[in-house]
């Protein structure tokens, strides 16, 4: 599962600048093509099924390039109008998928934790925006199903910690010690939506980030 900080990210980290492509585009095969025609031997001339393969080559492969700028720009006007209509989403409260935890003062948002099985140990562990683990929360033991957790903002020193942005991740076994996988939804009220790598990501009021497509309801 991956979350909108993430996301982006990654996105950032892979923004490499773009290099000369290798590949023959339609131009150069035609140019290619027109050469092979002009130089080839009058007393030898290329054989009529090696042009026809060639060209029935060309063909294809312009049919296949059309057809990717095609779903490329259908792609940008589907993102263009998802964009437009998340901004319906701007002063609402959503749930979505994420493991984002935000701390202002006494302000602390909280997270829905969903377990497919009963789990005997339960611990929320906290980490800070380096990546740095401040706290383990024990939970003790949890049914299969759903409940809220709220960090209090505290260290595992007992003391409160430094408002910002904080992660959390789940640990859970059942009481034959296996490990179990547990997800995570964050709430928010969305404040602006912006445009990403091809991605709608919407901006909560606390600095947190969603994607769009991480949304599973709206919250009255």
Avoid at 10 to 18: D, L, R, S, Y
Avoid at 66 to 95: D, H, P, Q, R, W
Avoid at 151 to 159: R, S
Wanted: proline residues 2%.
């Amino acid at each position: 599962m991956i979350d909108a900080t993430t996301y982006l990210n990654n996105v950032n980290k892979n923004a490499q600048p773009k290099t000369p492509s290798k590949d023959l585009n339609k131009d150069a095969f035609l140019k290619l093509f027109v050469t092979q025609l002009k130089n080839q031997d009058p007393v030898n001339p290329m054989d009529n099924k090696e042009q026809l393969a060639q060209l029935a080559q060309f063909s294809t492969v312009e049919r296949l390039t059309n057809i990717s700028k095609a779903m490329e720009g259908l792609t940008k006007t589907v993102n263009a109008m998802m964009g437009l209509n998340a901004t319906g989403y701007i002063g609402k409260k959503v749930m979505a998928r994420g493991f984002g935890v935000s701390k202002k003062g006494s302000e602390i948002s909280s997270t829905n934790i969903s377990l497919p099985v009963a789990c005997k140990t339960v611990y929320v562990d906290i980490y800070d925006k380096d990546g740095g683990l401040i706290r383990s929360v024990e939970m003790g033991s949890k049914d299969a199903g759903k409940f809220d957790f709220k960090w209090d903002g505290k260290d595992k020193d007992g003391k409160a910690a430094e408002d910002g942005q904080y992660r959390i991740a789940i640990r859970a076994e059942t009481a034959k010690g296996k490990k179990v996988l547990a997800t995570t939804e964050v709430s928010g009220k969305i404040k602006a939506v912006n445009m990403a790598g091809g991605q709608n990501v919407l901006e909560l009021e606390d600095g947190r980030k969603v994607l769009l497509s991480n949304v599973t309801r709206v919250v009255v």
